[in-house]
């Protein structure tokens, strides 16, 4: 059985200590032990661990980020991203599935927490019903952004009609509840808005085209969502902003806890190769020098500063986590938020792939998790906001421009008027 250790994951010498909470009562070791013990599997398949959600349920998962008095957990940000590193440990094909959830709801409690409005009757099913719910966020042709949709909808009696696909969507066969946006004309031009609505995984219209065949995360079911002339209701819409606006509170607040989530995902997975890595090297021997890999100055030269980034990646994620629950405005985080995943996406394959390469031909074998790590690791590079948009959009922020995470090459929109002479 493969241990997951919480309260020193890569030593007696507690190097990660005191960075995110203990989470023991949430996912207790046990349980954790059990879900990595599926995740081969589940890689070699191509399909989740169906055993793995069911104890998610049972553990009451789904309601973690549901505030208490709507019968939910009441984890906020910090402890979800702590969770998710946890779980990404174990399983981080799991991990990025079900983190669609935890992002989803994260959400929503931020509608509600910032409107006030009946949102809470979703977010209390969710709890009470064990709902997991898929992010049917992402599209094809979209650049990775997150402000606009390709599925027009259209208005009909009390709702929408909307057609278009989703592409990927992490447990669209699996989830109760599906989270999608789309856009609606609007009467002039540039006047378009983005709807977020909740919509039952059977509802008529929906199916999904079983497709995912990936190098990495193949257990993470991440499958094709296809919506035909779909009816979307008034009551489900819980959330709307103008097309390719960054400026609401709501969205802003909402990709900061995709971006941090996302990332603790990734923390997990390092920490995991870093455990197997140090097991490995502290038996492979280097026969003429009588010594262990991970006793040789060279070998620790050639991971240190990998392990420096990481330490640095983690404790960035859980300041910006903590400032958020902390009050801030998610406006004045959302660049520093986009950073650290910005970041992840360099540190987290660059270190599964140090440690791999450290541990020599050994890691290349399927036999052994690094592999499979090492694959998983590359997935960092797709979540949207993609590294490009993002790269364009600090730049511009940093230079004082008006930024989008619409990737724009031309950028006639963001020009700065110029005085004429």
């Known amino acids: 059985m493969t241990m997951v250790q919480q309260g020193e994951p890569y030593g007696a010498d507690g190097l990660f200590d005191g960075l995110w909470p203990d989470v023991e009562a949430e996912l207790p070791q046990a ?42 957990g009441g984890a906020g940000l910090v402890r979800c991203c702590a969770l ?7 399983d981080p094909g799991l991990a990025v599935a079900v983190n669609m959830h935890l992002f989803s ?24 019903q064990r709902r997991l719910l898929a992010s049917a966020f992402a599209e094809p042709n979209l650049g990775g952004s997150t402000t606009r949709s390709t599925l027009r909808a259209r208005r009909v009696n009390k709702g929408w009609r909307v057609s278009g696909t989703k592409r990927p969507c992490s447990l669209a066969a699996e989830a109760d509840l599906v989270c999608l946006h789309m856009q609606t004309d609007g009467e002039e031009p540039g006047t378009d808005t983005v709807r977020v609505a909740l919509l039952p995984t059977d509802a008529p219209g929906l199916s999904v085209v079983t497709d995912w065949n990936a190098l990495g995360m193949r257990g993470s079911a991440s499958n094709t969502l296809v919506l035909e002339d779909c009816f979307v209701p008034d009551d489900l819409v819980f959330y709307s902003a103008p097309a390719g606006a960054e400026d609401d509170d709501v969205f802003a607040a909402g990709t900061i806890w995709f971006a941090l989530t ?33 006793e040789l100055p060279s070998y620790q030269a050639a ?16 300041d910006v986590a903590r ?16 950073a650290v995943k910005q970041q ?41 906001p993609t590294p490009v948009a993002t790269r364009q959009y600090l730049a511009r922020r940093a230079f004082g421009l008006p930024a989008t995470l619409d990737l724009d090459e031309t950028a006639p929109g963001l020009r700065v008027p110029r005085p004429q002479p």
Do not use: N
């Open 262 to 294: 996302a990332t603790a995902c990734y923390l997990g997975l390092a920490q995991s190769a870093l455990r197997h890595a140090t097991g490995l090297m502290g038996r492979l021997r280097i026969s003429h020098l009588g010594s262990t890999r991970a």
């Open 31 to 72: 349980a954790l032990a059990e879900i990595a013990d599926r995740a081969a599997a589940a890689d070699r398949d191509g399909t989740p661990a169906l055993e793995s959600l069911q104890l998610l349920r049972e553990l009451d998962w789904p309601g973690r980020p549901v505030p208490e008095k709507f019968r939910g």
């Open 323 to 338: 400032r958020l629950e902390s009050g801030a405005a998610p406006e004045q985080l959302l660049g520093t938020a986009l």
């Open 344 to 384: 992840a996406v360099r540190t987290v394959p660059a270190l599964v792939g140090a440690l791999a390469e450290s541990c020599g031909g050994a890691s290349y074998s399927r036999a052994l998790p690094l592999e499979r790590l090492w694959r998983d690791a590359q997935a960092v590079r797709f979540h949207p």
């Open 105 to 128: 709801v994260g959400l929503m409690v931020e509608h509600w927490q910032r409107r006030t409005d009946t949102s809470w009757l979703l977010l209390e099913a969710i709890a009470t």
């Open 84 to 90: 998710q590193r946890a779980l990404g440990a174990a």
């Open 303 to 318: 991971v240190g500063d990998h392990i420096a980034d990481l330490l640095t990646l983690e404790a960035a994620c859980a």
